[in-house]
C-alpha cells in the first residue's frame, strides 16, 4: 500500500517535492489557501493586459535542467528557454544608462570606460566568482549538513583559505577592494535585492552571483514566468499528484509527537504518513502547530531578520516604450541610504531603487496590440504598511522616474491601466511573515546554508518544511534544490550532491 503525503502550499517548491515524491511511490495530495498554484509566481489580467507580479529572472539554468532530467525531461525544451542578449539595461541616478550584454568578455569595455583598469579586474573578479559558485553547487548547496563530516569535507577544507576572506567579509567592502566607481559597484550588488538581503550585512560569499550575470546568463521562458508552474502541475498529474485549490489549512494533526495529517479550515480532515508544509513557515509553526509543538516558536523569529517587504506596480502603458529592454535597474547614488532604511531603520526608503520588467519586449501577447506591460518592484522594510498617502507618493515617485528611463515625456497620461499591489497583500495572500515578498529570511551569514532555517521539524516526526524559507535559500533555483533536500531527509538519503534518477 502507498504511503501518502500531504503538502500545505502549492508554491514552486511545494510543487518540486510533490513530483520527486510521486514518483518515488507515494500518493501526493497537495492543498492550496489560493486558487491556483504557483505562490509567489501569480499572474493577473486586467484591461487586455496580462501582469506577470512574480519572480521574472530566470537564472541558474542548469538546477532546472538537472531537475527536469530526474523525470526524463528537458527544461530548455519544456519551458521553451531563451538567452537574453543584451541581458539587461542599468540607470544610475544623473547617468547615462548601461547596457550589461551577459558577457564578461564584451561587458569588460563598459567597466573599463567607466574606471580604467576596471574591465581586467571585472575578468578576474568574475572568474573569482566562477570558482566561488563551482565550489557552491558542487558542495554546499545540495547539503543538508545534518553531520560534522558535510562541514568538514576535504573539497571545502581545501577552500578555506579563499572562502574564508568571503565569509566574514561584507559583499561591499569586497566589491569595494575591487572597483571605486558607484555604478560599478552597484552592478555587483545589486543581486542581493533579490535574495532578500543587503549588501552591507550579506557575506561577501554571494559575490558568486556575478557568475550568473557574466558568464551563465540571463534567461526567460518564452511563454512567460508562469509556464514554470503549469509545467510543473503538468508533470504531477502526469505522475498522479493531486491538488486541492481553495483548501486553507487549519491546523496539522498530531498525534502525540507524530504529524498524521492535517485539518481544512472547513473542518475536513486529511490522514497522512507523512506532512509537508511549503507555506510560510513562520505561519506553520506558530499558527498551525500548537506551543509545545513548535520546533520554532516566536521568540526564535523575534531573532531572526526577513527579506524584505515590497510595493508592486504593474502599468498598462498605450504606445511602445523603446528605450526599455525587458529587464531595467534603476539604481540611486545614495545607495548606502536605500539599504539602511530598509534593514536597519526599517523606514520607507526616501531615495529607493527600483526593478523594471517590460515583458511585452519578448512577449507582445502580454499587451493589447500597441501598448507595453510594465511590472515595478519598490523594496521596502519588512514589516512596515504603508498609509494610502505613503502609497500614492511611492507610485508617483516611481511613475516620474519609468518617465525619466523611458525618455517618453508623456508617460503618465499614456497608462492606461494600473495595479498595485501592497505589503499587506504578502501576508493575506502568502501568510507572509513580517509581509516579506521573497518568502523567508535574509541571507545574513546567521542564515545561510547550514545556518537557515531546518527543513524538518524538531519535534514532531512526519512534519517537513520546503521552499524559500528552509535550506538553502530565496529564488526558483533555490526552491528546486530545497525540494531535493527536503526529499533526501524524508527518504534518509545522506549523500552530499543532487539526485540522480536511482535516488527516486
Not at 549588501?199 to 552571483?209: G, I, K, W
Not at 546568463?217 to 503538468?234: A, I
Request: overall charge positive; hydrophobic content about 40%; charged content about 20%.
Amino acid at each position: 500500500m502507498k504511503k501518502k503525503a500531504v503538502i500545505i502550499g502549492a508554491g514552486y517548491g511545494g510543487l518540486a517535492l510533490a513530483n520527486l515524491l510521486a514518483k518515488a511511490g507515494y500518493e501526493v495530495a497537495v492543498y492550496e489557501k489560493n486558487p491556483s498554484a504557483g505562490g509567489r509566481i501569480q499572474v493577473v489580467k486586467q484591461n487586455g493586459f496580462t501582469f506577470d507580479l512574480g519572480p521574472s529572472w530566470y537564472l541558474m539554468p542548469e538546477i532546472f535542467e538537472q531537475y527536469y532530467q530526474l523525470f526524463g525531461r528537458s527544461a530548455k525544451t519544456e519551458l521553451d528557454l531563451v538567452r537574453f542578449s543584451p541581458g539587461y539595461k542599468v540607470w544610475s541616478e544623473g547617468y547615462d544608462p548601461l547596457i550589461i550584454q551577459g558577457d564578461v568578455d564584451k561587458d569588460m569595455t563598459t567597466f573599463e570606460a567607466i574606471e580604467p583598469g576596471a574591465g581586467k579586474k571585472l575578468q578576474r573578479y568574475v572568474t573569482r566568482s566562477s570558482q566561488i559558485y563551482e565550489v557552491a553547487v558542487k558542495h554546499a548547496l545540495y547539503n543538508n549538513f545534518t553531520r560534522v563530516s558535510d562541514v568538514l569535507q576535504w573539497p571545502l577544507l581545501r577552500q578555506l583559505p579563499t572562502m574564508l576572506p568571503l565569509v566574514w567579509r561584507t559583499l561591499d567592502a569586497h566589491v569595494s577592494r575591487w572597483f571605486r566607481d558607484l555604478r560599478l559597484k552597484q552592478l555587483l550588488e545589486y543581486h542581493m535585492v533579490f535574495l532578500g538581503s543587503s549588501p552591507f550585512q550579506a557575506p561577501a560569499v554571494y559575490s558568486l552571483m556575478s557568475h550568473l550575470d557574466f558568464r551563465s546568463g540571463v534567461y526567460y521562458p518564452r511563454r512567460g514566468m508562469l509556464e514554470l508552474v503549469n509545467s510543473m502541475e503538468r508533470l504531477g498529474r502526469s505522475l498522479g499528484v493531486a491538488y486541492h485549490y481553495n483548501s486553507p489549512v487549519k491546523q496539522i494533526v498530531l498525534d502525540g509527537h507524530q504529524a498524521t495529517g492535517i485539518e481544512l479550515m472547513n473542518g475536513e480532515r486529511i490522514a497522512a504518513d507523512l506532512v509537508i508544509s511549503a507555506a510560510d513557515i513562520h505561519h506553520t509553526e506558530t499558527k498551525l502547530l500548537p506551543p509545545a509543538a513548535q520546533s520554532y516558536p516566536e521568540k526564535y523569529w523575534q531573532k531572526r531578520q526577513p527579506g524584505p517587504g515590497a510595493l508592486l506596480v504593474a502599468l498598462g502603458i498605450k504606445g511602445k516604450l523603446p528605450n526599455l529592454q525587458h529587464h531595467n535597474l534603476y539604481f540611486v547614488n545614495k545607495w548606502r541610504e536605500n539599504f539602511a532604511a530598509i534593514y536597519e531603520t526599517h523606514t520607507v526608503p526616501e531615495h529607493a531603487s527600483l526593478y523594471v520588467c517590460n515583458p511585452t519586449k519578448t512577449d507582445p501577447s502580454l499587451a493589447p496590440p500597441e501598448h507595453e506591460n510594465l511590472f515595478v518592484l519598490l523594496p521596502l522594510p519588512a514589516g512596515v504598511t504603508l498609509t494610502p498617502q505613503q502609497e500614492a507618493a511611492c507610485v508617483k515617485k516611481i511613475v516620474k522616474i519609468l518617465t525619466e528611463m523611458s525618455g517618453e515625456s508623456d508617460l503618465p497620461k499614456r497608462i492606461v491601466s494600473r495595479l498595485i499591489y501592497s505589503p499587506e497583500q504578502f501576508s493575506e495572500q502568502f501568510n507572509a511573515w513580517q509581509y516579506n515578498a521573497f518568502g523567508g529570511e535574509s541571507h545574513l551569514l546567521s542564515q545561510s546554508v547550514m545556518f537557515r532555517t531546518r527543513n524538518r521539524s524538531k519535534k514532531v516526526s512526519n512534519l517537513y518544511y520546503v521552499g524559500a524559507g528552509t535550506l538553502p535559500g530565496i529564488g526558483l533555483p533555490m526552491c528546486l534544490i530545497s525540494a531535493q533536500l527536503t526529499y533526501k531527509r524524508i527518504t534518509g538519503n545522506r549523500r552530499r550532491g543532487p539526485l540522480t534518477k536511482e535516488d527516486i
